[in-house]
């Protein structure tokens, strides 16, 4: 196999590999169909009262829950956020651009507090992540932890694009869950998901997507702690790939010891 066709076998999804969910559509095409996230988004804003925050990466996941959300007229019920850390991707502020004119929305970004990033940059240097597991925590504290808890102040629902076959971390991730630690419901309409059916769903409504899945970037996070993963690699073997930790989490879903944030799956209909 080249190369080329390996890099290829990220994207593509084999027939036979698609779930029952996927449909056929007009022209034989097979076509994801949005039903069960659409009403599951509907469900979890009919359940929040308060404000709901979507919080996006512009991985494949969330460019098809912001497909989704913006299509189905939720967006006016739903904040798009994104955070910033000042070491994404130029690829993913393209997307970024691209995204807010093909849907006409607007993502707000939240970025790190610039006195926490001179600290940062100051004690540990400008790529001082790598010294330790400790020092890159820190580092990913400074620029996700502390604007994702901006991001949700005051929000009652957090959606985002979790999928439970991602990692042996996300395993036990649920449609609904109540997250003690921010005290509010955390919601993740693809948590029953395959990476092959997003993709599928992605393809067929013609989803922009990041160019760098198509290098084999499966698992897009800043650009110094990603790197394309080959054939055959877990999905998050890509991010911050010299530590030996299997939990591949920047603290954002998962605590110190490696497991989920959060206090019980909520009871819901889906
Ligand atoms: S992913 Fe890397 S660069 Fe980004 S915040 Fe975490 S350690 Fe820092």
Known sequence: MSARTERRSFLAAPASLLPPAVEAGAGGRARASAGDVEERLREACAAIPGRIVFTTSFGLEDQVLTHVIARSGLGGR???????????????????????????????????????????????????????????KACCAVRKLVPLDQALQGASGWITGLRADQSHARADTSFM????????????????????????????????????????????????CTRAIAPGEPERAGRWWWEQDAAKECGLHVGSDGRLVRARAVEATS
């Not at 993709?199 to 084999?216: I, K, T, Y």
């Open 78 to 136: 739903i904040s798009f956020v994104t955070l910033d850390t000042g070491r994404l991707f130029p690829e993913v502020y393209d997307l970024w651009a691209q995204t807010e004119e093909r849907y006409g929305v607007s993502i707000q970004a939240h970025l790190p507090r610039a006195d926490d990033v001179e600290r940062l940059v100051r004690d540990q240097g400008i790529n001082g992540f790598r010294i330790s597991p400790e020092a890159r």
């Open 177 to 224: 869950e109540e997250d003690a630690q921010r005290g509010l419901l955390k919601i993740s309409p693809l948590h029953d998901w395959s990476r092959e059916r997003a993709l599928e769903f992605a393809q067929g409504h013609d989803v922009p997507l990041n160019p760098l899945h198509e290098r084999g970037f499966v698992s897009i996070g800043c650009a110094p």
